[in-house]
């Protein structure tokens, strides 16, 4: 990551590499230090450099140790990690020279952590790091005498590497927050949803057949196309604000079919129509939409329609 770097996807804060450069100098199961523990050694772009490192997301400082430089982090919130798990981040930074964090300490997303250094039994200038995907806090030592988190995971399963330049890494399967990609919000089912050409949509509601046009099989619905009953009346409506009557069923006005005849009264009857048209065209508008009736094209508010799955 770089300095101030963010990344949220879903309310989720996608958990980054903490390094701006990464040469790693040792790697999990190192056999020098990292006996059965998965923790990385990182130096910077040149050896010896203490380079800042930053927040890979927002985090707390739970416990320091200062003779080693070294801090133990917690993530404040549930953090999503290069394999797709989504949990606590639990982590430990090490041998950091100029240690200031403090127990209790947040630090923002993208926001100085420390320093790289050589505070403690270290070998040249590096941040030695290990990740912990759970909210355990243990810190104990293995069967080599290494201390080690519970539930560590291999760095390249843990943080992701948009805008780190990686030198050196250790053959580890680097991702970046694109190969993980995040299901999008379900689109909300309802008459407010924002239709386009293609939409498959059903009638919202129940619909009062204000005027029969003599002679023909069409209706005028004045809340469902915007036009007056003396617009229809006077014949002043448009073609396409008349409705063909085949697809639509007489009912009540709570919309049983119940005692109907189907023989449709202008001024009277009320209609439903639960059959399932493909959107032409959007009118954003009038906040209409054309759908194609019996062979003709008619133009009804869209609120009055809902979408339907494409499937
Ligand atoms: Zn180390």
Redesign the pocket.
């Known amino acids: 990551m770089k300095k101030g770097q963010k990344s949220i996807r879903g309310g989720i804060e996608d958990f980054l590499c903490p390094f701006t450069d990464m040469y790693i100098s040792?790697g999990s199961n190192?056999a020098?230090?990292?006996k059965g523990i998965m923790?990385?050694?990182v130096r910077g772009l040149q050896a010896g450099i203490r380079y800042p490192y930053y927040a890979p997301c927002k985090v707390k400082c739970l416990k320091i140790y200062s003779e080693s430089g070294q801090t133990m982090w917690q993530s404040v919130n549930k953090v999503r990690f290069a394999n797709g798990r989504i949990d606590y981040a639990t982590f430990m930074t090490?041998?950091d020279d100029s240690l200031d964090a403090k127990v209790g300490q947040i630090v923002e997303q993208g926001n100085q952590l420390g320093n790289m250094g050589t505070k403690g039994n270290?070998t040249g200038v590096?941040c030695?790091?290990?990740i912990s995907q759970s909210n355990d806090t243990s810190w104990t030592k293995n069967q080599y005498g290494i201390y080690h988190f519970n539930n560590e995971y291999d760095l390249d399963d843990c943080y992701f590497v948009d805008n780190t330049n990686i030198i050196k890494g250790n053959g580890g399967n680097w991702k970046t927050t694109d190969k993980v990609p995040v299901n999008p919000t379900p689109t909300p089912v309802g008459a407010d949803q924002l239709l386009y050409p293609g939409s498959k949509v059903k009638f919202d509601g129940v619909f009062k057949v204000d005027i029969l046009k003599r002679n023909s099989n069409l209706f005028g619905c004045c809340e469902l196309t915007g036009v007056t009953y003396n617009d229809y009346y006077n014949e002043r409506a448009k073609t396409y604000h008349w409705l063909p009557l085949d697809d639509f069923t007489e009912v009540d006005r709570y919309g049983s079919t119940k005692g109907q005849d189907d023989v449709v009264t202008g001024g009277q009857s009320y209609v439903i129509n639960k059959n399932i048209y493909e959107v032409k065209e959007i009118d954003i508008k009038s906040n209409s939409a054309k759908i194609n009736l019996n062979g003709k094209d008619i133009w009804v508010y869209s609120t009055y329609l809902y979408e339907v799955s494409n499937n």
Do not use: P, R, T
């Open positions: 040792q190192g020098y230090s990292h923790a990385n050694d090490v041998h270290a590096h030695h790091i290990e």
